[in-house]
């Protein structure tokens, strides 16, 4: 079945840390992959996506994320976090075959002065 | 541009009742997509509309519902309101190429959150 894990439901890290955010998808064929950030009593808004160009992506705020087919995995990271990025943060992807897309468990990331 | 609308943002009903949620797509965005978003489940998929047509569904009961008008907006209608319904429903447009799978960026709108009593 199709599936998309977000390891670690809740992250926490200080303020100036790396920002490391885990995600894997279950699919035998690459799929599309987004990160989605989530701020409170809002709608959520895309970091960034992988459509089959360059691994490394680049996203808004300072993020990127890397494509690693053998693994499966889509980690979203930020080499130093700022007390803004705390939020709620959402893999999705799209697979194959479907106009639909599949959203992870979320984690929420929190940032310490 | 104007961004993608919702109304309305909050909603009380109580079981038994039917609501229906109303999405307002950016202008030339022709696909749009409905979430149910709880603490549970976190985001469910629950429908796709292109062009009047929905392409996809989720995993929801036959009481959820939806549909697109000509001009892209949509609604999305919930006969038999049940507790567990009580959710952020959020909405999602893109451009919409009209191919699957779609690379469009989706762009949600701040949601409407239903409680039910």
């Known amino acids: 079945a199709q599936s998309v894990t977000q390891l670690g439901s809740h992250v926490s890290v200080s303020e100036g840390a790396l920002v490391l955010l885990r995600c894997n998808y279950s699919s035998s064929v690459p799929p599309y992959l987004f990160w989605y950030v989530q701020y409170p009593n809002q709608g959520l808004q895309l970091l960034l996506k992988?459509?089959?160009?360059?691994?490394l992506v680049k996203g808004i705020n300072g993020f990127e994320a890397e494509f690693k087919k053998s693994e499966t995995s889509f980690h979203l990271t930020k080499p130093s976090a700022h007390m803004s990025d705390a939020a709620e943060y959402f893999c999705a992807v799209t697979f194959t075959g479907g106009f639909k897309t599949i959203f992870g468990a979320g984690t929420r990331l929190f940032v310490k002065a | 541009k104007a961004g993608v609308t919702q109304t309305p943002r909050y909603l009380i009903k109580t079981r038994g009742q039917q609501v229906t949620l109303s999405c307002s797509p950016i202008?030339?965005?022709?696909?749009v997509s409905w979430y149910q978003q709880t603490p549970g489940q976190g985001l469910q998929f629950l429908f796709e509309y292109f062009s009047e047509t929905q392409r996809n569904k989720g995993n929801f009961p036959g009481r959820f519902s939806g549909r697109q008008f000509s001009n892209s907006r949509s609604e999305m209608n919930v006969s038999t309101l049940e507790l567990g319904d009580s959710a952020l429903y959020l909405c999602?447009?893109?451009f919409g190429s009209g191919l699957a799978p779609s690379t469009d960026t989706q762009y949600f709108g701040p949601g409407t959150r239903l409680t039910v009593l």
């Open positions: 992988y459509t089959s160009a360059a691994t």
């Open positions: 999602a447009s893109s």
């Open positions: 202008s030339g965005h022709r696909s």
